[in-house]
């Protein structure tokens, strides 16, 4: 059945409200489904919701290898490669002993079956050698770096770079509360939508790439995944104070 615009809405502000902490689950749900960071409204759980004994399956696509992970927390965590690890086609699966069965719903396809490529070694298929080759130097260079937590340490540098300007400008207004900020997209807008576009406009000419929001919000979002030095960040906000200051 449909739901009607109103009712939706009103499911929205009831969304709003939920409190993590003490999150109202159906006593027949099987799993609590999050995804930890978003990169539509640049939203992060920087607190994991708390499930009791259901079991927490995160999408973790935009945020892998950004920082360490308490991997215990989690039944099944997955990861498309092609943000933070390599490129797309490959697809990172961390996924709890006991929950790799054959309990699978009636007529799923063998290859969405974890235990079809737990029981083959992820060889089931022929494997994307490539991009698995590239996902190796990534992880080396992950190592090299100092591992996740200095990956934590780089990246909390950056978005801290584009956030304390973002706070501090009369132009530009980061679209997301503190706590739930991302540390790979940060979102933002004028409230004009003029000066958007000729902000998006005038980036784009200046070499800083997809700075346009995504289509369903508007607005501008960078994303600033592991692969973005600090220089980059840096010469952003370099920009956007000169754009700041020639559109008083
Ligand atoms: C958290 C998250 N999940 C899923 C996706 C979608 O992945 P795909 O483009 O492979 O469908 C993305 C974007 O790449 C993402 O950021």
């Given at each position: 059945?449909?739901?009607?615009?109103?009712?939706?809405?009103?499911?929205?502000?009831?969304?709003?409200?939920?409190?993590?902490?003490?999150?109202?689950?159906?006593?027949?749900?099987?799993?609590?489904?999050?995804?930890?960071?978003?990169?539509?409204?640049?939203?992060?759980?920087?607190?994991?919701?708390?499930?009791?004994?259901?079991?927490?399956?995160?999408?973790?696509?935009?945020?892998f290898l950004?920082?360490?992970?308490?991997?215990?927390?989690?039944?099944?965590?997955?990861?498309?490669?092609?943000k933070n690890v390599?490129?797309?086609?490959?697809?990172?699966?961390?996924?709890?002993?006991?929950?790799?069965?054959?309990?699978?719903?009636?007529?799923?396809?063998?290859?969405?079956?974890?235990?079809?490529?737990?029981?083959?070694?992820?060889?089931?298929?022929?494997?994307?050698?490539?991009?698995?080759?590239?996902?190796?130097?990534?992880?080396?260079?992950?190592?090299?770096?100092?591992?996740?937590?200095?990956?934590?340490?780089?990246?909390?540098?950056?978005?801290?770079?584009?956030?304390?300007?973002?706070?501090?400008?009369?132009?530009?207004?980061?679209?997301?509360?503190?706590?739930?900020?991302?540390?790979?997209?940060?979102?933002?807008?004028?409230?004009?939508?003029?000066?958007?576009?000729?902000?998006?406009?005038?980036?784009?000419?200046?070499?800083?790439?997809?700075?346009?929001?995504?289509?369903?919000?508007?607005?501008?979002?960078?994303?600033?995944y592991n692969?973005?030095?600090?220089?980059?960040?840096?010469?952003?906000?370099?920009?956007?104070?000169?754009?700041?200051?020639?559109?008083?």
């Open positions: 059945m449909k739901m009607k615009l109103e009712d939706l809405l009103k499911h929205i502000e009831k969304l709003k409200k939920v409190n993590r902490k003490n999150l109202k689950i159906s006593d027949d749900a099987d799993f609590v489904y999050i995804c930890h960071n978003e990169t539509v409204h640049g939203l992060k759980y920087n607190d994991i919701p708390e499930t009791g004994d259901k079991i927490l399956v995160a999408d973790m696509s935009s945020d950004s920082e360490p992970v308490d991997v215990s927390k989690y039944g099944l965590i997955y990861a498309g490669a092609q390599g490129p797309a086609g490959v697809v990172v699966v961390i996924i709890r002993e006991d929950l790799i069965t054959d309990d699978v719903i009636p007529g799923t396809p063998t290859m969405l079956k974890y235990k079809i490529h737990a029981d083959n070694d992820s060889l089931y298929n022929t494997p994307p050698a490539y991009g698995i080759y590239i996902c190796g130097k990534v992880f080396n260079w992950v190592k090299n770096k100092g591992g996740l937590q200095a990956m934590k340490k780089i990246n909390e540098e950056k978005a801290s770079i584009l956030y304390d300007y973002l706070d501090s400008s009369s132009m530009f207004k980061g679209t997301v509360v503190k706590k739930d900020r991302s540390l790979m997209n940060a979102p933002f807008i004028t409230g004009r939508n003029e000066l958007d576009a000729k902000f998006i406009k005038e980036a784009k000419a200046e070499g800083f790439e997809n700075i346009k929001g995504h289509r369903t919000v508007g607005g501008m979002r960078t994303s600033i692969a973005m030095p600090i220089e980059g960040v840096k010469a952003l906000v370099e920009f956007m104070k000169k754009f700041e200051e020639e559109n008083k």
